[in-house]
């Protein structure tokens, strides 16, 4: 059974018990990526409230992984194909 790392992360100017089989380091550095997202969408909006921030954070986020998928489908296929 793998074994479970709790770590205290601040986000945002609060506190999150987070709970998962990566590494502290792994964890804090995901937790300092969210924070620098938040204050950077902050700063550029300065109106939003924390719900609105959190969800246009987390649309970017998503927004960002399905790019980096989308690269990773292309470079797969390009790699397949020098292959054959």
Known sequence: MTEKNRITVGIYGQQYTIVGTDSANHIRHVASLVDEKMRDI???????????????????????????????????????????
Do not use: F
């Not at 109106?47 to 927004?63: F, G, I, P, Q, R």
């Open 42 to 84: 902050r700063s550029q909006n300065p109106s939003l409230d924390t719900s609105k921030l959190a969800v246009l954070t987390a649309v970017n986020a998503v927004h960002d992984y399905l790019k980096l998928q989308e690269k990773i489908e292309i470079l797969e296929k390009q790699l397949q194909q020098l292959k054959d």
